[in-house]
């Protein structure tokens, strides 16, 4: 089944650290970026993160930059968001996004995790 | 950084109904823009990419328009299962920006 898995969210301190995992299946996971989107509690969607397919380069929304980091590890068909620093203000609900481009057309969030939940309290 | 804007910020409808809904760049981004569903508890689900392109699966009642700053999605014949939250997305620059996202709900 082609699907996306969130995994270590839950309940941190303000200044603590999470680590966030996004496992793929069903797909080529090397040959696509990969985002990570939050969405506060009553709030719109969020984009945060992305990698590109080889890990090598990373973008940031300013409201993580710093503070987040995001790698991937094609061999286990995973990315990786550890969150430092965290604030009230990252409690969210974040989802792992599979990006797939064409080449000077578009890009687009076609392949989606469940979410995961991380609550800073 | 581009900001996107959507109107309205949420509408009434009854199923059956035609509903259109606007997302405005604050500069041009081509046709760099698509568009999601999001229910509550759910995953976003994209809908539309390339402003017009109707991604596999998606009803035919889903389409989009525009390019440049001006965009819209139009959804006919209402369904029940479109009662949700659509947001437009950029993806012109490395941002990817969401709109802040228009609810529709039963009249």
């Known amino acids: 089944e082609v699907q996306l898995v969130e995994s270590g969210g839950g309940l941190v301190q303000p200044g603590g650290s999470l680590r966030l995992s996004c496992a793929a299946s069903g797909f080529t996971f090397n040959n696509y970026e990969m985002n990570w989107v939050r969405q506060a509690p009553g709030k719109g969607l969020e984009w945060i993160s992305y990698i590109t397919t080889s890990g090598k380069t990373t973008y940031y929304a300013d409201s993580v930059e710093g503070r987040f980091t995001l790698s991937r590890d094609n061999a286990e068909k995973s990315v990786f968001l550890q969150m430092d620093s965290l604030t009230a203000e990252d409690t969210a609900v974040y989802f792992c996004a599979r990006g797939t481009r064409i080449v000077g057309q578009s890009y687009y969030m076609d392949l989606w995790g469940q979410g995961i939940t991380v609550t800073v309290s | 950084d581009i900001q996107m804007t959507q109107s309205p910020s949420s509408l009434s409808a009854s199923v059956g109904d035609r509903v259109t809904i606007t997302c405005r760049a604050s500069?041009?981004?081509?046709?760099?823009l698509n568009w999601y569903q999001k229910k509550p508890g759910r995953a976003p689900k994209l809908l539309m990419y390339g402003a017009s392109i109707l991604q596999s699966g998606v009803p035919s009642r889903f389409s989009g328009s525009g390019s440049g700053t001006d965009f819209t999605l139009t959804i006919t014949n209402l369904q029940p299962e479109d009662f949700a939250t659509y947001y437009c997305q950029e993806n012109y620059d490395l941002r990817f920006t969401f709109g802040p996202g228009t609810k529709v709900d039963i009249k």
């Open positions: 500069q041009g981004i081509y046709m760099f």
